[in-house]
């Protein structure tokens, strides 16, 4: 029985060319961008799930709470705090610091930077990273390392590692380490990332106040005990709070700061290990928004339905020449159940061809995709159980719901009336144009969407940010340099060159530059009774002349003043301060002596525009250990000029990378999410629409069929060939303008809660709409217009002698 | 074998109804052939689709040997058109994808027969009707009459004991009817098939034992 439905199926592609090549294309395409986008999706939803226990491991962050109810939530802690919960919270089984950066580790004549972690030695029985070789416990003593199995094999060149001393470059000095073992690569879908692990020890050695409290600036991670549960340890940890933080929080007190529900201005909350990639206060790794999985499986939903909606309406139409087939075996004995079952296995076949033909598409497309979206997948992920059985039922859903229902639909018809040749599809039109008009929702949605995203990235690129960002080249200093001595001769070798302008630097880059760190760091202290909070930035001479930064009052840092102890404040800070005239005045906080304000310039984007502009003071350390050099060099010929400076920058530091950017790419760098998102949508808009129309051209070819004599009658009785392609497009058209008229609002919707995220946003403009509307319609139009001006154009005595 | 008691068949139009079928008695023995005989839109065919199971009457009771048809579920209705009801059609209706062969078979495969024994049955009637040679070609391959040959082929091949015609030869020309219909003659009178068949043609209804003639609904 089942070889005849096969063998019936076989055939029935044969002949139906166009359908047959519309479902099985569109299904490939459908289910490949399903799979790579459910790929994605998996990834970012397994991430960090490899460790045990993982239910009791939780990052812990400070709330603060600020006059007027907001709160501002920091995963910054004290060095001291970690050894406190462990002593003092019941709740607490082991507790772990995490902090580090790139640095240059040099081993004989090989340097590279690599990403060096300093961790506590809990750190590797709380998470699951193995120590491969060598000794599990060399985090135990601050002379070791623990490398990792490709960092090794890059640093030692496939020799032995262990017992090798290598020097790694901390606080402008090379430091020696013995190589203590080796462990597994860390792996892709992980939050911590590094290359080197070392005690943190280390990190305690080079404070000047190990023990202070206000140098909040380490990641803490917590075990609870088996039956602690993180509510326990929250109120458990009220109490140390208040015991090492009690200055700070009368001060908040003091200064209005909104108690929370718990009637606390200051405490510590948990994020779970399995939240930590989608969470923005963690900051361990890079956050993802908790939406964008769900978007790539929303986005994969979208197209494999419209794919299937085209296989659902392509079924029903064929139903016309397939009724007599059905009818006649309802008439031979076959039960309702058998007929669906023989459809269905046809939906099976055409299916499974294009779930093979999506698997190989998606396989070589991988590489591109990897490329485009930034990503490291294989298709090892198609190893996992769930996965597979994953694929499998959404598989059986779609061969059901677009075979199944369209044959339940022609089953139930009257035997009689399809034996007569009766059939007349009413019902089944009403659902064919629901169907297109789903199909052409979501095509105006993706469109609409992918205009307003568009727009507003290329807003993010062009807002005027108040500082240079086409001229200036920011420079990362690294390999085994003395920043501040390489800033210097940096300076003097470049002092008259004719391309460069002005040469600066500071402790933070502006963007995001090519060593891929961006950092924060905020002050509070007093002043004249209320408290002040600031962004801090350090740098060297000539920083608003090399940015371009305009001064609204007194002057920049030049070498031609003796200057110490000065910084330049932003028009929020001095607004903060509640100053007319800063300049002059003085601020205090842990420096002595205080510092005097010498400048204020107006307030430029020092961050993504996703936030506002904080308050910021600019301070001038001349010997400063920078970590960016900041280059302004002459608009004639930036790349000359980029060569230029690298040429220099090699003979300062040989051994050292040059990571030189642009200010501008740095800008561009921060919306990579952003971009990745229009990315995803625009493929996944250009595919909808793709597979949208494909649908509508093979459902025109049937309704044009359908109406052959028709439009033959019509033609004899004098209609023009425009009158008849209109009276078949505006059925269709009618149907894209209900689409979207449904579409609008909704794109609207969900375009301005996104903008929301953005502190610095465009306002979605009524035409944009009407732009995206019209482009449907025109696309539809020309679809149909195939097959339209085909039937117009035809001998009219053709079309009738075949009834 | 076949008893019709007060059968009546209409279709609402507008307000009112269209009357097809007007209190019909009918009792068909076994091993009868019936001509049912009418003008066009007398209501032949509708008789013939309430016999076949095809249509339900709006009023009146159908026996079909002695059990209320109509009380039947929808599992044994089936069972009664795979093994007792066989139907052959003016327009032929075979199945344009599957070969000769092909389309007699699946009244068989309906029935879940071992394919030992199908292969046997279609093998006798494909020789029995002088068809072997066309067992691979399709439908569209083939002459009208040939076509309905394959058509009655198809009916009797699961054996059934009613085959119920309409108009079987109004595609043909009278060469081939006559042939059809001899064959129609041969399996009421060798096999002992009871046959009932609507027809325009006097000639054919000749080759019956009896002639029902219908008109506005009504047995005249």
Known sequence: MFRNYLKIAWRNLGRQKVFAAVNI?????????????????????????????????????????????????????????????????????????????????????????????????????????????????????????????????????????????????????????????????????????????????????????????????????????????????????????????????????????????????????????????????????????????????????????????????????????????????????????????????????????ALLMSLTLAGLLLPGFNAMFKYHFTLNILKDVRVITGIISIFLFVTLMAGGYPAWLISGFNIVEVLKGKLRLGKSSFMRNTLIIVQFIVAVLLISCTVVLWQQLQYLRSRPLGYNQHQVISLPVNGNVNAAQALGSLRSRLDGNPHVLAVSASGMNLGKGLDGSEANWHIGFDYKGHGVKMAMQEVSYDYAKTLDLQLVSGRDFTKGYVDSQVVIINEKMALQLGEKDPIGKELQWDEKPPVKIVGVVKDFNFKSLHQDIEPLTMKLVPSLQVSYIFIKVQPADLPGSMAIIEKVWKEINPRGTFQGSFLDDNTNRMYKAESRLAGIIISSAVLAIIISCMGLFAIAVLVIAQRNKEIGVRKILGASAASIVTLISVDFLKLVAVAILIATPVAWYLMNTWLQEFAYRIHIQWWTFVLSGMAAVIIAFFTISFQSIRAALMNPVKSLKTE | MIQLKHISKHYPVGFGKNEILKDIDLTIFEGEFVSIMGPSGSGKSTLLHVLGLLEEPSQGEYLFEGESVFRMNEKKRTQLHRGTIGFVFQAYHLIDELTVYENIETPLLYKNMPSAERKSRVADVLDRFNIVAKKDLFPSQLSGGQQQLVGIARAIVAEPRVILADEPTGNLHSDQAKEIMELFKHLNEKDKITIIQVTHSELNATYGHRIIQIRDGKIA
């Open chain 1, 25 to 353: 294309t569109g299904m490939t395409v459908a289910f490949c961008a399903a799979l790579l986008l459910g790929i994605a999706a998996y990834h970012e939803w397994t991430y960090d799930n490899f460790h045990k226990d993982s239910d009791r491991l939780f990052q812990i962050y400070t709330e603060e709470r600020l006059p007027g109810g907001k709160s501002l939530p920091s995963s910054s802690e004290a060095v001291p705090l970690a050894p406190v919960l462990q002593k003092e919270c019941a709740a607490v089984q082991q507790v772990a610091r995490y902090v580090g950066e790139v640095e240059n580790v040099q081993y004989g004549e090989r340097s590279m930077d690599l990403m060096v972690r300093f961790v506590d030695p809990s750190f590797l029985s709380m998470f699951n990273f193995p120590v491969l070789k060598g000794d599990v416990n060399a985090l135990h003593r601050a002379d070791q390392v623990l490398l990792t199995e490709k960092a090794a094999h890059n640093l030692f060149n496939n020799g032995n590692a262990i017992g090798k001393i290598v020097q790694i470059k901390m606080n402008n000095q090379l430091k020696p380490f013995t190589v203590g073992g080796i462990m597994a690569d860390v792996p892709g879908s992980s939050s911590f990332d590094f290359e080197i692990l070392t005690s943190f020890g280390n990190v305690i050695q080079m404070l000047d106040e190990p023990d202070s409290w206000s140098n909040e600036s380490y990641r803490t991670l917590i075990q609870l005990q088996k039956n602690a549960s993180a509510a326990a340890f929250e109120k458990q940890s009220r109490a140390v709070m208040h015991k090492y933080y009690t200055g700070r929080i009368s001060d908040m007190v003091r200064d209005g700061a909104t108690p929370d529900k718990g009637g606390e201005v200051l405490s510590l909350h948990t994020i779970p290990l399995r939240d930590i990639h989608f969470n923005e206060v963690s900051k361990i790794g890079s956050a993802i928004s908790r939406f964008y999985p769900w978007m790539l499986v929303i986005m994969a939903f979208m197209i494999v339905s419209i794919a299937a909606i085209n296989f659902i309406n392509l079924s029903m139409g064929r139903s016309f020449t397939r009724a007599g087939e059905i009818g006649l075996r309802k008439a031979l004995g076959a039960l309702r159940g058998q007929l669906i079952f023989q459809f269905w296995s046809e939906a099976f076949i055409i299916c499974s061809i």
